[in-house]
């Protein structure tokens, strides 16, 4: 029960529910019981009991939508995706309205210290948080947990094409809203 | 989340000349930033195929403006991807409270009872 706090942590990080992530748990402890023996002590015990979650969240996901959607992105335009962040950054033939490295230098600077580390994940956690559901969904299943977008798309239950579309549109409205939150270098 | 980029300056003047000039070209050829910034996410989730790669280089190549863009991508994953995210809206410190670490044990313990039954 010693990793049960950090895989709680972690569920409700990708869930946003504590109940939801509360039966997460249950259901990585009860499957990690039964797996026992498949652990043969390479792993830190941790690092396998979030492989574990990782198919878990997946499955909940999947539940959730039971029935994966053909739909293009254009048909899922007014469902809960946000606005196309383009249309804001880019004029109308295709040329950057705002200079987008203007606030983005703790972005392109090498080597990051602790301190700004800090800095950079606090504003990426506040700009998630402000991401549609299912973007937000989409974005941490692929850049945190680096699932394929095959699962990812499955998971957000849209088609692979469209998860690629909708993750391009993710990290376009991370990085505007990064770029306004400009972290001094 | 709106995307009000307002206390943002534009582009520096010989960008938006050169754009100006060379605009609708550049958009025709799939050349532009836009097309660039599109590329740029593209290829941290599939190949880009040999046309994909030779805008994108071609791009990288003669557009100042855009050349930080892959590099910021990949700090956005890394940041994201290399250190635990803080906790969210829920509060810092997450933790089970004690009814939910009951209820886990109990189940625990009845997938286990069921386990000494089938031996």
Redesign the interface.
Known sequence: MQESDKLFAYAVTRVGDRHTAEDLVQDVVIAAWEKRSGFDGRSMLGTWLIGIMKFKILDHYRAKKRNPTSMAVEMIEDEDWGSDPFNQLFDGQGAWKIDPNYGMEAFTETPVDDAKRHDILRAVRACMDGLPERLRLLFSLRELDQLPVSDVAAAAGVTAGSAAVLLTRARHQLRACLQRQHIAP | ?????S??????LS??IA?FLM??F??MAGL????F??LC??E???PLSRGERFRYRFHAMMCR??R??P???A???E???C????????GEG???DEA??D???R??EL??EK?DQTK
Request: net charge positive; glycine share 4%.
């Open positions: 989340m709106s995307c009000n980029h206390s943002s300056p534009k582009p520096p960008y938006r754009h605009g609708p550049m958009k532009s930033c836009r097309h910034a599109e996410s593209n941290m989730d599939r403006l855009c930080p863009l590099l910021q991508f700090k956005l994953g940041a994201v991807s250190c635990p995210m803080p906790a969210p809206t829920i997450v933790t089970l939910a670490r209820r886990i044990l189940s625990l997938v286990s386990d």
